[in-house]
Protein backbone atom coordinates (compact mmCIF):
# COMPACT_ATOMS: atom_id res chain seq x y z
CA UNK A 1 0.00 0.00 0.00
CA UNK A 2 1.69 3.55 -1.19
CA UNK A 3 -0.38 6.81 -0.26
CA UNK A 4 -1.69 8.96 -2.36
CA UNK A 5 -3.79 11.63 -2.66
CA UNK A 6 -6.38 11.62 -4.50
CA UNK A 7 -9.51 13.96 -6.17
CA UNK A 8 -12.72 12.74 -6.72
CA UNK A 9 -15.68 14.27 -7.94
CA UNK A 10 -18.99 14.42 -5.16
CA UNK A 11 -22.57 15.45 -4.45
CA UNK A 12 -22.56 19.31 -4.02
CA UNK A 13 -24.85 19.50 -0.88
CA UNK A 14 -25.20 22.86 -1.74
CA UNK A 15 -26.49 23.05 -5.20
CA UNK A 16 -27.63 19.34 -5.89
CA UNK A 17 -27.76 19.96 -9.94
CA UNK A 18 -24.16 20.25 -9.84
CA UNK A 19 -21.10 18.37 -8.37
CA UNK A 20 -17.83 19.07 -6.39
CA UNK A 21 -14.03 18.18 -6.68
CA UNK A 22 -13.04 16.58 -3.11
CA UNK A 23 -9.72 15.43 -2.47
CA UNK A 24 -9.08 12.45 0.11
CA UNK A 25 -5.41 11.51 1.61
CA UNK A 26 -5.82 7.22 0.77
CA UNK A 27 -3.51 4.34 0.53
CA UNK A 28 -3.70 2.28 -2.85
CA UNK A 29 -3.02 -1.26 -3.20
CA UNK A 30 -0.83 -2.38 -6.30
CA UNK A 31 -3.66 -4.05 -7.70
CA UNK A 32 -6.17 -1.33 -7.79
CA UNK A 33 -2.93 0.63 -9.18
CA UNK A 34 -2.23 -1.96 -11.62
CA UNK A 35 -6.16 -2.39 -12.57
CA UNK A 36 -6.52 1.84 -13.26
CA UNK A 37 -3.54 1.78 -15.17
CA UNK A 38 -4.20 -1.50 -17.09
CA UNK A 39 -6.73 -1.40 -20.26
CA UNK A 40 -9.51 -3.52 -18.31
CA UNK A 41 -12.26 -0.39 -17.15
CA UNK A 42 -13.44 -1.07 -13.76
CA UNK A 43 -16.45 0.20 -12.71
CA UNK A 44 -15.50 0.70 -9.21
CA UNK A 45 -12.17 1.18 -7.39
CA UNK A 46 -10.97 0.00 -3.94
CA UNK A 47 -8.84 2.57 -1.33
CA UNK A 48 -8.10 2.28 2.54
CA UNK A 49 -8.53 5.70 4.55
CA UNK A 50 -7.88 6.60 8.24
CA UNK A 51 -7.74 3.45 9.97
CA UNK A 52 -8.21 0.52 7.51
CA UNK A 53 -11.28 1.97 5.95
CA UNK A 54 -12.53 0.90 2.79
CA UNK A 55 -13.33 3.38 0.55
CA UNK A 56 -15.08 2.27 -2.90
CA UNK A 57 -15.93 4.69 -6.22
CA UNK A 58 -17.60 4.84 -9.00
CA UNK A 59 -14.11 4.55 -11.70
CA UNK A 60 -16.32 7.59 -13.02
CA UNK A 61 -15.54 9.80 -10.40
CA UNK A 62 -12.07 9.61 -10.35
CA UNK A 63 -10.76 12.53 -11.31
CA UNK A 64 -7.02 12.51 -10.49
CA UNK A 65 -4.36 10.24 -8.34
CA UNK A 66 -0.76 11.59 -7.04
CA UNK A 67 1.30 9.76 -5.34
CA UNK A 68 2.97 11.35 -1.98
CA UNK A 69 5.90 11.31 -0.85
CA UNK A 70 6.79 11.87 3.00
Known amino acids: MKPYEL ?5 NPDDETTNVLRRKD ?9 AML ?3 KRQ ?3 FVIKDGEDFILAADLVHDLTRQFK
Open 44 to 46: FYS
Open 38 to 40: GSE
Open 7 to 11: QYWAY
Open 26 to 34: VLVSDETLK
